[in-house]
């Protein structure tokens, strides 16, 4: 029955990539780096920290009301 465990793993890989957006990421969206070739787009700590908050909200309201704010590279120091 080496199918059946085939077909439930795939499936429960499947649930991962739909539920978990990080596993996500990395396994299907792809960045082009400054320098090299197209690498998998791994969350930063920021951006791990961003969605842990994305989320906590989403379980305490059911809905998601975020403004993410930037500056651009002129105000970042040396």
Known sequence: M?????LRQEGDYATRLAT???????????????????????????????????????AKTGRVRVVVLTLPPRFYPD
Do not use: T, Y
């Not at 080496?2 to 085939?6: A, G, K, L, S, T």
């Open 2 to 6: 080496d199918w059946i465990n085939r």
């Open 20 to 58: 978990d957006l990080e596993f996500f990421a990395s396994e299907r969206l792809k960045i082009r780096p400054k320098a090299g070739s197209l690498a998998p787009f791994l969350f930063n700590p920021a951006q791990r920290e961003l969605h842990r908050l994305i989320e906590e909200q989403k």
